[in-house]
């Protein structure tokens, strides 16, 4: 009787397979469903913003009007960029300029009536947008999916490292210790009155059998201790304990309640992502040369971050010294003297802006180069006008960025932190390298897309399935 039931269940495991198949295929269905119809509003709202904006200029003599308000864009760039490279009376004048361009075209348009039509034309491209970014993180979120997910095993000694000042007192503000050590981890609280040596700290831990390693603190931290995990192959635990937590913020973890990261050590699963390395340091984030690096080493610049930064960028920005000094190339490729130079651990995700945002992706196994060299006030017209895209700026992607200048050292910010090299300082991409643990449920796993590829949507609007998240 035994051999009989042996088909029977067999064909029940397989009529479940089938269920679930059937299953996955209809919710893949209605995920194209709801892509294809945001996508079609998308191109709908768009091409009706445009079309609306192009008959309100033929119909009423609006060209001026609409002249007037890219004049009123490069007027206020301009103004932006006497306020950060000048001081004194210039400096106060460019930010009068900086406000009073817009201030200016919206009178004119509210006087003229053309402010209605502006107002239709701007809800129309908001909502293009809306439906556009909707359209593509659905789009992604059926991609992200689709990836193979990696159970991670069992724990048998986890130790965490946590920073009780961090993020301003994070770690006791959300009882991160006692739910560690009620998950059966250990923790290891660090004495702020004096230095740690938070590398060696890790490779203690180690040493003594440790076979998981976590972070509470900054992104710093967390690069120090995740290249020590990384050495030994251990699972990186990163616990979003910190001020701003971009590299969190990327593993797509809870930023406003660190204590849901600790769900990972009671059921996780394991990410294999890659690490920057500059000059032997690991960094998890981005590696800054330039005008930021250098107002960074400034010892007041932790206490008035704009102040210092106002103070010093004059002098930075068009002086003969620091960032000006700067050569750098991309996989042997020269770029444009920078006066800000970022290489960072995997690409960010493309903006219009230089905001960054966030990177979709921390595998690709290439780092992310950003420069900037504004020359003057047009370039930085240009700069306001097309963002990312102005001459102003080089975005790639490379396997080695190489840094060089005259002077003895080279300031460098990595993951925030102030740094003086050696020249040359060589960047470099350990792809894959780092197993990170992470809890299953993570609600930032699929980032808001910050820049609408329209070529994208239009394929998504006549029913095509987009792109492959590695590129």
């Given at each position: 009787?035994s051999?009989?039931?042996?088909?029977?269940?067999?064909?029940?495991?397989?009529?479940m397979?089938?269920?679930?198949?059937?299953?996955?295929?209809?919710?893949?269905t209605?995920?194209d469903?709801?892509?294809?119809t945001?996508a079609?509003a998308?191109?709908?709202?768009a091409?009706a913003a445009?079309?609306?904006l192009?008959t309100v200029?033929?119909?009423?003599?609006?060209?001026?009007?609409?002249?007037?308000?890219?004049?009123?864009?490069?007027?206020?760039g301009?103004?932006?960029?006497?306020?950060v490279?000048?001081?004194?009376?210039?400096?106060?004048?460019?930010?009068?300029?900086?406000v009073?361009?817009?201030?200016?075209?919206?009178?004119l348009?509210?006087?003229?009536?053309?402010?209605?039509?502006?107002?239709?034309v701007?809800?129309?491209?908001?909502?293009a947008l809306a439906c556009?970014?909707?359209?593509?993180?659905i789009?992604?979120?059926?991609?992200?999916?689709?990836?193979?997910?990696?159970?991670a095993?069992?724990l048998?000694?986890?130790v965490?490292?946590m920073?009780?000042?961090?993020?301003?007192?994070?770690?006791?503000?959300?009882?991160?210790?006692e739910?560690?050590?009620?998950?059966?981890?250990?923790?290891v609280?660090?004495?702020?009155?004096?230095p740690?040596d938070v590398?060696?700290?890790a490779r203690r831990?180690?040493?003594?059998?440790?076979?998981?390693?976590?972070?509470?603190g900054g992104?710093?931290?967390?690069?120090?201790?995740a290249?020590?995990?990384?050495?030994?192959?251990l699972?990186?635990l990163?616990i979003?304990?910190?001020?701003r937590?971009?590299?969190?913020?990327?593993l797509g973890?809870?930023r406003?309640?660190?204590?849901?990261?600790?769900?990972a050590?009671?059921?996780?699963?394991?990410?294999?992502?890659?690490?920057?390395?500059?000059?032997?340091?690991?960094f998890?984030?981005?590696?800054?040369?330039?005008?930021y690096?250098?107002i960074v080493?400034?010892p007041?610049?932790?206490?008035?971050?704009?102040?210092?930064?106002l103070?010093?960028l004059?002098?930075l920005?068009?002086?003969?010294?620091?960032?000006?000094?700067?050569?750098?190339e991309?996989?042997?490729d020269?770029?444009?003297r920078?006066?800000?130079?970022?290489v960072?651990n995997?690409?960010?995700?493309e903006?219009?802006?230089?905001g960054?945002?966030?990177?979709?992706?921390?595998?690709r196994?290439?780092?992310?180069?950003?420069?900037?060299?504004v020359?003057?006030?047009?370039?930085?017209a240009?700069?306001?006008?097309?963002?990312t895209?102005?001459?102003s700026?080089t975005?790639?992607?490379?396997h080695?960025?190489?840094?060089?200048?005259?002077a003895?050292t080279i300031p460098?910010?990595?993951?925030?932190?102030?740094?003086?090299?050696?020249?040359?300082v060589?960047?470099?991409?350990?792809?894959g390298?780092?197993?990170?643990r992470v809890?299953r449920d993570r609600?930032?796993?699929v980032?808001e897309?910050?820049?609408?590829?329209?070529?994208?949507?239009?394929?998504?609007?006549?029913?095509?399935t987009?792109?492959?998240?590695?590129?």
């Open positions: 009787m051999h009989l039931r042996i088909p029977q269940v067999g064909s029940i495991v397989v009529g397979g089938a269920a679930a198949t059937k299953a996955d295929a209809k919710a893949a209605e995920h469903r709801r892509a294809r945001l079609q998308a191109v709908f709202s091409v445009v079309v609306f192009l200029v033929l119909l009423y003599q609006g060209v001026w009007l609409l002249l007037t308000g890219l004049a009123a864009l490069v007027v206020a301009v103004g932006a960029w006497w306020f490279s000048r001081r004194g009376v210039p400096r106060w004048i460019g930010a009068a300029v900086a009073a361009a817009p201030i200016t075209v919206i009178v348009y509210t006087g003229d009536g053309f402010w209605f039509d502006s107002v239709i701007v809800a129309l491209w908001a909502l556009g970014r909707s359209a593509l993180r789009d992604a979120a059926r991609r992200a999916a689709a990836l193979e997910s990696v159970p095993p069992p048998r000694h986890p965490l490292i920073n009780p000042k961090s993020g301003g007192g994070k770690v006791g503000r959300f009882g991160l210790v739910k560690a050590g009620a998950l059966g981890a250990e923790v609280v660090l004495d702020t009155s004096q740690q590398e060696g700290i831990a180690v040493a003594e059998g440790a076979d998981l390693l976590g972070v509470a992104d710093g931290t967390q690069a120090l201790v290249s020590v995990a990384a050495e030994h192959d699972p990186f990163v979003s304990a910190g001020t937590n971009h590299f969190a913020m990327d973890l809870d406003d309640d660190p204590s849901t990261c600790l769900d050590l009671r059921d996780g699963e394991e990410l294999r992502i890659d690490l920057g390395d500059l000059a032997g340091r690991p998890v984030n981005t590696a800054s040369f330039g005008a690096a250098q080493q400034n007041e610049y932790r206490d008035s971050k704009s102040g210092t930064m103070n010093e004059p002098d920005l068009t002086g003969d010294e620091g960032a000006e000094a700067l050569r750098a991309a996989d042997g020269r770029l444009p920078p006066q800000v130079l970022l960072t995997n690409p960010y995700g903006t219009e802006t230089l960054g945002g966030r990177r979709p992706r921390l595998d196994g290439v780092l992310g180069v950003v420069a900037v060299h020359e003057g006030s047009i370039d930085a240009q700069l306001a006008v097309l963002g895209s102005s001459r700026v975005v790639r992607t490379a080695e960025v190489r840094v060089d200048a005259e003895g460098v910010a990595v993951d925030g932190e102030a740094l003086n090299l050696e020249p040359p060589v960047c470099t991409i350990r792809p390298v780092l197993r990170v809890p609600p930032g796993a980032p897309p910050v820049k609408v590829d329209w070529r994208t949507v239009g394929a998504l609007a006549v029913g095509r987009g792109t492959d998240p590695r590129r």
